[in-house]
Structure formats: C-alpha cells, structure tokens
C-alpha cells in the first residue's frame, strides 16, 4: 500500500500538481517542509525588529505610515507561514518554542543591525528584493498551503520593495550626507543579502532532495545570480556603488561576473554570533513570556463560551 501511495505523490509532483494537507506524503517531505515553512515564518517575525526599531524615530508622518504598514504586514506574513506550517500537523507554539529556545533558525539577515534610516530604505530595496527573487518561484510549490501563502506574501514584497527604492531615491536627491548615507548602508547590506540565498549548491545538502520533491524550484546559486543581474541596474539608477571589485558584466555568460561572499561570517551569523543574533531571540522571547495573560484569557474564554451560543 505505501508503494502505490508513494508512486502517487511522485506523479502528483512530477505533473506539477499540488499536495495538500489530507494527502499521504513521504516523512521526509513533511519534515523538510516543516522546517523550511518554520524558518521562512520565524524570518518574518524577526524581521520586524530592524525595521521597527525605527518607527518611532521615522523622519515624517508620511514614513512613518509607510513603516507602520510595512511592519505590520511582516507579522501577517509569519502568521500565514504559521498556519501553513500547522497544517502539516505542528502547532505554532511548539514552533515559537523552538524559536525563542534556538532549536529552529531564521534567516540570517535580520542579525545585523540598521543603524540608520537610510537602512529602512536599504531593506526594502535590497533584503526584501531578495526575498522577492527567492519567493516567486515558490509560489509553484509543490506543497499547496505554502505555495498559497506565497502568492499573497509575494504581492506585499513589491509593494516594500517599492517603498524601499522610492526612499533611496529621494535620499538620493537631498544632501551629500544624505547620499553618503545610502552608500554606507549599501555597503553594509550588499553582502549579508547575497547570503540570504543560502550556502553555494556545493555546501548546500538540501538543495537537491528539495529540488526533487518540488518544495525548492531554483537552487541557492540560480537564485543569487537572478539577483545580483536584477540589481546592479537599479544600483546604477540610483547612483549607488555596489562594494564588490570582482562585479563586472560577462559578455559571454550573459549575467553578471561576482565575488564570493564570506561564508565564514555567513556560518558565525547562522549558528547563532553574528552582529545581533543574542538580542532579537531575547526580544522575541520577551514578548512572547509578555503576552502570556493574553494566551491565558483567551483561552479561558474559549473554554467558558465552548458549549454555548452566547455572545459576547
Ligand atoms: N539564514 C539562515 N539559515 C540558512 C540560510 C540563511 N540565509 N540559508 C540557508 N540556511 C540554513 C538552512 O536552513 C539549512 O539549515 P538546516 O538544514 O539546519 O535547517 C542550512 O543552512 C543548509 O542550507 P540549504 O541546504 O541550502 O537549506 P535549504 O534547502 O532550506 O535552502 C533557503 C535555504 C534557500 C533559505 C530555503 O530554505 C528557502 O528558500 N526558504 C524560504 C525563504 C525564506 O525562508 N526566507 C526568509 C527570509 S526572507 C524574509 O523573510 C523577508
């Protein structure tokens, strides 16, 4: 019986139809997504702290409307990614657990610190611009849950990176400390973004089990060239340098020539000592152990009105 379920989930994804939550799926596939879900969800929630460490010191009410909203649609998406995740058969606090306790790991980006608005501006132009080149694709994802998530989650990504580039631009057309500021944080983010994609396809041992099963569409190395030949035009646009002396355009190859990132800092940041690693698991373990009355009463609440019909 397990062969023919097997040899149906193989067609399923070799016809590029979607497996959904009820179907039998192999023990690896869901824990490969459990993991991969999980990570992606714990990403969009620590990833509200770089940036929300600026709403209250955003230069105008106008962007300061524009980060509230920005911030706030992170969370949404971690909550997507959550429920994705619980339908694979995990619950979201055991999943907050592993965060706030270090067992499950999130992207590796949100370790650094933004230490200006010009930062703001960077994120949404180059953090979320690679979020955007790695989740497109994953909106064809064999697991349907998490290719759903992906198609709403996508649609916000452009819209902040939008926002991103469009703050650049104008902080481009203002002062010369307001120009070397967008060059410092470029300089700064250039290469923690290039990381984001994940280790090159010869250290990556995922990829090609992934690839297999149809959770991953392009490999870490596809996804990071589409990036950097997407950005460097919109790099000159903007006036920036990008701070890589090996970036030069190869005729033949038709894509952009780059240099390797520093996978020594990259394995520091992952396993848990880069910049601000210590700090944003103690802030989101903070509000968690904070927000416990809530978790409390609500569900005291549910209990209380579970067999009536009342209304509150
Ligand atoms: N930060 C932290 N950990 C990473 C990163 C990264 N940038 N890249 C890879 N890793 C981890 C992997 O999770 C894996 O660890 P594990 O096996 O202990 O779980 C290990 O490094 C080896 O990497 P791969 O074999 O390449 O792992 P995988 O096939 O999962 O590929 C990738 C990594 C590309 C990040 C993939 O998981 C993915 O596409 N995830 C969905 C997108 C996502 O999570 N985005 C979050 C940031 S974007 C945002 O939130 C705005």
């Known amino acids: 019986a397990d062969q023919a379920r097997q040899a149906d989930f193989d067609a399923k994804v070799a016809a590029n139809q979607r497996i959904e939550p009820r179907d039998w799926m192999p023990e690896g596939y869901r824990k490969t997504l459990v993991r991969q879900v999980a990570q992606h969800a714990h990403s969009e ?3 509200m702290q770089p940036e929300g460490d600026w709403i209250a010191s955003a230069p105008s009410l106008r962007r300061k409307a524009i980060l ?8 949404g998406h971690g909550l997507y990614l ?11 606090a055991e999943l907050t657990e592993r965060l706030i306790e270090g067992r499950q790991k999130y992207s590796s980006i949100f370790n650094y610190p933004s230490l200006t608005y010009a930062d703001v501006g960077v994120i949404g132009w180059l953090v979320d611009g690679a979020a955007i080149c790695n989740q497109v694709p994953l909106c064809r994802t064999s697991f349907g849950p998490y290719a759903r998530a992906m198609v709403r989650i996508c649609k916000e990504e452009s819209f902040h990176q939008r926002q991103g580039y469009e703050l650049l631009m104008r902080m481009m057309e203002g002062t010369e400390g307001q120009r070397a500021m967008v060059q410092d944080a470029v300089d700064r983010w250039w290469w923690p973004s290039l990381m984001m994609f994940g280790p090159p396809d010869a250290d990556s041992p995922n990829t090609q089990q992934s690839l297999e099963w149809g959770i991953k569409i392009d490999t870490n190395d596809a996804l990071r060239q ?7 035009p919109q790099a000159d646009k903007l006036g920036v340098t990008l701070p890589d002396s090996e970036l030069a355009w190869n005729e033949q190859s038709g894509q952009y020539d780059f240099g390797e990132p520093d996978w020594n800092e990259f394995k520091q940041v992952v396993t848990g000592s880069g910049p601000r690693n210590a700090e944003r698991v103690a802030r989101r373990r903070a509000a968690h ?7 409390e009463a609500a569900t005291a609440y549910a209990k209380k009105h579970q ?5 509150a």
């Open 45 to 47: 929630i620590i990833g």
């Open 68 to 75: 509230l909203a920005k911030v706030q649609d992170e969370a």
């Open 82 to 92: 959550y429920a994705a995740a619980e339908t694979l058969g995990i619950d979201r």
């Open 226 to 232: 589409k990036f950097v030949d997407m950005t460097v």
């Open 289 to 295: 152990e904070k927000g416990a009355w809530v978790r």
């Open 307 to 311: 067999n009536s019909q009342e209304v």
